[in-house]
């Protein structure tokens, strides 16, 4: 077998094992990437005969080869179902549209909190058992109320263009007259969208938020009100700031890029700036500056930060690292609409890592049930129990 081969047997060796480091998942994935299909299919087909001191491992590490087998079928029948025609001949895997995917779904997250041993020692404690239901992700979607009226917007389209007097979609179809004193933008839970204000500021918009912009916009002032999370590109114009109001804070802007989270059921308001400068109550960020407010006391912190990271969530990605595990699934439970009920206490674990937006649930729970002892349920009322 050839050093290629050879390197990633030994990496598959680490991970049925549990036992492949963070650094080396991106090596991983790249080798598997040029696998053949029938090399891939033969290294999964018996994996316990690898090596004879995993004997003892058998049911361990069927289990890590059912999850990343499982992972794989996903992703290739979700591609599949993308395709207007099926291939009649496959002789190699095309992994390139959902390598990095699928790499930073099921693999890269580590628990940082303790060091987690999968092989369990106690045999009685009960294997998760999991209901067969799933929950796509969310998808583009929002309505509009002007002056109180509800537009519901086209969920093919990934967003609006305002100007003056009218609203088109960023393709420049349908366009409509605006005689309006307000203006929202709201998103639901699953959902997403993009707005472009008169002034030619662009906002992407998180799910379960609202963007009120009133009619004076760029006129007499350049003020809007946010709840919820969006990512603003601001225009540049010296003689009207730029002013973000949400419930505890101002955000004062000139021209720049940054995100704002400023959901009321989140303890703590985050403003990262990307590029430029910013005026968080009188505090100013500089590139790569998170400021961090106490929604209870009003404190504000500021650290600094990589600031792509707090707006990944606009490119498709929903990044964990660094938040709690209580954090973590309310971001899920905005994504997929669901409410998060714990039945015990809730976990003092950290999650490590991303995933993309565009996965099913059940790809987040595999890696949950299967990974770090949590063990969580999905129930027909869109209740997730995390146990």
């Known amino acids: 077998m050839n050093t290629f081969n050879s390197r990633f047997e030994e990496l598959l060796h680490l991970y049925l094992q549990n036992n492949l480091e963070l650094k080396d998942y991106e090596e991983f994935f790249r080798l598997l990437s040029g696998l053949p299909e029938e090399e891939l299919t033969n290294l999964f087909s018996q994996p ?3 090596d004879d001191n995993l004997n003892e491992m058998d049911s361990f590490i069927n289990e890590r080869v059912a999850l990343l087998q499982r992972s794989i079928q996903q992703t290739i029948a979700e591609n599949s179902e993308k395709q207007e025609t099926p291939v009649q001949s496959i002789k190699k895997i095309n992994w390139g ?7 930073s779904i099921v693999f890269v997250f580590g628990i940082i909190s303790y060091q987690f041993y999968w092989k369990n020692e106690d045999p009685m404690v009960e294997e998760v058992v999991m209901k067969k239901i799933d929950v796509s992700p969310g998808r583009d979607a929002a309505v509009m109320l002007i002056d109180g009226k509800e537009i519901v917007l086209d969920g093919e389209k990934s967003g609006v263009v305002l100007s003056d007097s009218a609203f088109t979609y960023l393709d420049g179809s349908d366009p409509t007259k605006l005689h309006a004193q307000e203006i929202q933008l709201i998103t639901p839970r699953a959902g997403q969208y993009q707005m472009v204000l008169s002034d030619g500021t662009k906002v992407w918009m998180n799910a379960a938020s609202r963007l009120i912009v009133a009619s004076d916009f760029n006129i007499k002032n350049r003020n809007v009100q946010l709840t919820g999370e969006a990512y603003f590109e601001v225009k540049k114009n010296k003689d009207l700031p730029f002013i973000i109001h949400s419930k505890r804070q101002d955000i004062k802007v000139l021209g720049t890029s940054f995100n704002v989270n400023a959901y009321e059921d989140e303890p703590f308001a985050k403003t990262t700036l990307v590029s430029g400068s910013l005026n968080v109550n009188n505090q100013i960020l500089k590139p790569n500056q998170q400021a961090i407010l106490n929604q209870k006391n009003k404190q504000i912190e500021t650290f600094n930060v990589d600031a792509n990271l707090a707006s990944s969530w606009k490119d498709g990605v929903l990044n964990l690292s660094g938040l709690s595990f209580d954090e973590c699934m309310r971001i899920i439970g905005r994504w997929y609409d ?5 039945e015990g206490a809730i976990p003092k674990i950290e999650l490590a890592g991303k995933m ?29 129990i995390i146990k």
């Open 48 to 50: 316990t005969t690898q």
């Open 97 to 103: 549209r959902w390598i990095s995917v699928a790499a």
């Open 338 to 342: 669901l409410d998060i009920q714990y």
């Open 356 to 384: 993309s937006r565009g996965v099913k649930l059940s790809t987040f729970l595999d890696f949950l049930n299967q990974n770090t002892g949590v063990k969580a349920e999905i129930q027909a009322n869109r209740k997730l």
